[in-house]
């Protein structure tokens, strides 16, 4: 074995450990207050509260947004686990996509053919559709959001903190350096003191300037961020949109099927424009005007084959109407209805005929065709 590589081992072994001992000592003595710490200029300190701050938002956000996408933690986790093994995301089935799927075997077993069973069908292909559309906001959220704000703390971010820790090292050794130095007694103590206060000195400059060049570098990183959040909110609006889309389509198809035989009672499950002004009309998607104030009731008024009536007309109904009562007759904006009037009514009032079914509704909701 050659004793000079010993040799030279042991020593940097020994001078490894009397560094670390140094650091050891000045980082005691800082904390007790009995020695003196080299401070960064306000600069440097602003930039490194900010690389700071941004870690740590940056790390709350990532979180949040993937408790928004995925509201279970036990599916976040098998996730995380199946991304790294695999790298990839596991492509899993939406809530809304198996709801969808209930929906459309439950109405194929009742029937497409019956009113319940083809509006169960037609909710359910809604649903899916949503499901889709979900599926597609999250991915976009998480490769143009979650992604670039991950790579970020996993690299550059890493690389941050690990050559501040460095910059912290150096700075140890440059105060112990200058601890030393103010101790020294003798002129060849001294010496080697202003020789490695020196060398620490260099270092840590030269450590300053690589530390400073990266944190500067959170301006356009936090560029890149708002770049990143506007893809984000780009895929929420589109996803909402298409949502509200495909429920207003539904709502329209719907309308089909709720006006079903009721003995002049208002249908539950008709549709209404909620004052939004949208017309649930099967061949029109534009927006009509919000219906009009109803009209108080007038008194009720027994109709019998004995009682005259006035000619019978043709009326467009204008907008959506819920009969308030059993003696009036709900409506679906578009649709065709016989009106007339009887003796001493009410002249904001119509009786309106739906095939079996009649029952009063007000004058405003109607477009009589002469």
Known sequence: ??????????KRFAGGAATVFNRA???????????????????FENLLQKSEKTKVWTEHIVKHTEALIQ??????????????LDKRKRDRTTQSEALGHVMVDAGNDFGPGTSYGNALVKCGQAQILIGNAEREYVQAT?????????????????????????????????????????????????NQAEVDLRAAQLDFDRQSEITKLLLEGIASTHAHHLRCLNDYIEAQMTYYAQCQQYMTDLQKQLGSFTAMPNSGVGNPLAPTSLGTG???????????????????????????????????????VLYDYDAADSSELSLLADELITVYKLPGMDPDWFIAERGIHKGKVPATYLEVIE
Request: proline share 8%.
């Open 71 to 84: 509201p279970n933690p036990n599916l976040r986790v098998e996730d995380f686990f199946y991304e790294k």
């Open 142 to 190: 998480t490769n143009n959001f979650l992604q670039p704000l991950k790579n970020f703390l996993e690299g550059d971010m890493k690389t941050i903190m690990k050559e501040k820790k460095i910059l912290e090292t150096k700075r140890l050794d440059l105060d112990s350096c200058k601890n030393r130095l103010r101790k020294a007694k003798s002129t060849s103590t001294q």
């Open 25 to 43: 000592v000045q980082f005691t003595e800082e904390k007790l207050g009995s020695a003196e710490k080299t401070e960064l200029d306000a600069h």
């Open 278 to 316: 949208l017309s649930t009309n099967n061949n029109s998607s534009t927006l009509s005007p919000n219906p009009p104030l109803r009209p108080s009731a007038p008194p009720a008024i027994q109709v019998t084959a004995a009682t005259p009536i006035t000619e019978k007309k043709q009326a467009r």
């Open 1 to 10: 074995m050659d004793v000079n590589a010993v040799g030279g081992k042991l």
